[in-house]
């Protein structure tokens, strides 16, 4: 009976024991797959083809600085026109105010003038001249062949010829340089308003300045018009001596005008070679580009020279980068489909990228677009968690 009553009693207190253990075990287990899930992302292959999303392999790269300047916005020199008078005269008739757009060849403004009026009729002289010694060489010519005249003749004629022809040549001349296109020459003839002289542009733009009033008496070389290209402009900035070094031709530079509203991409087009004795710094000449004519010559602009340091460093988007209250993460592939999320410490940026100073390493497989979306993601995890 004694053994019996053993027996029952150490079933009864396996079968009480054995449960609770089993439970605890499987509670473990849990915790510990819960775990290394925690800040991980499993996406499928159509939400990834939603989000667009996009991974970048982290590699070294070159690093850069910003350098800093106040500039002025100006005229692109090798661009501006100036549209002077060859020859006096007095203005007839203007096509242009100040503010127009202008195409190639466009009229611009129209003079009279006494001096071109007496080289066009030199001109026309001298081609009926040429003309008729040409007819008299062609006849002299016939008549030799036929032994009617002598050859001192006909080497008169051609004599005659040569000399008209020069003439023609130099009246020519004369015309090309008061400012006669070739083709307003040949058909001189036909005209009826000798000594009027219409200028044209030599190249689109915009008329930035027009220095002139009809009816006014003009001198030889004087400035009429300014045509410039308001789309491409200079940036005149003045660079420290001690930040020269890192400043090179063709580096990429933002122009920020000083309200901060428009930024504008540029480039280092040249370097003064010689620092100004004063404020001991060097000019720096940027070109940029200004489809809407938002800049305008003799405007301040602040000035960010994206120059090269020598270093490397491992360089992201500012997209890849999420704000999680206080901290800066990032999201990197383990697999395809599967993104952790990666606490970092970022640097300062410059040109659209920030350096990655401390939480990754070269090789790791980078969420660059789409992180946000990630970010939401793990976000509704964690609130169905909850």
Known sequence: MNILLTLISLLTLSGISAPPAMAEGNGRAQDTTHQEQAGEVHLTAEQIKQIGLKVETLRPQSD????????????????????????????????????DRVKRGQKLITLTSTALAQAEAGFLRAEAEHRKSRQDLVRMKGLAE???????????AESIHQSNHAALAAARATLASYGLRGRDIDTLIRHSDYGQLTLRASRSGVIVADNFRLGQHLAA???????????????????????????????TATIISKNGRHRYVGKVINIHPRLDAATRTAGVRLEVKDANTTLYPGM?????????TGKKA?????????????????????????????????????????PVLQGLAAGDRVVVKGAFSVASELAKAGFAEE
């Open 64 to 99: 850069t600085e910003l350098v800093r300047a106040p500039g002025t916005v100006a005229f692109n020199a090798y661009r501006l026109i100036d549209v002077t008078s060859l020859v006096g005269g007095v203005v007839h008739a203007r096509y242009v105010r100040l503010g």
């Open 314 to 354: 491992l360089l992201l988007p500012r997209e890849a980068f999420q704000r999680e209250g206080g901290k800066l993460i990032v999201f990197v592939e383990k697999a395809p489909g599967h993104y952790q999320r990666r606490e970092v410490r970022a640097g300062t940026a410059s040109m659209g990228r920030i």
């Open 300 to 308: 301040f602009v602040d000035v960010e020279i994206h120059a090269e």
């Open 146 to 156: 036929q032994k009617i005249v002598s050859q001192a003749r006909l080497q008169q």
């Open 221 to 251: 070389g004087t400035l009429l018009i300014q045509i410039a290209d308001t789309q491409t402009l200079w940036v005149e900035a003045r660079i420290p001596a001690m930040q020269l070094s890192t400043v090179r031709m063709g580096q």
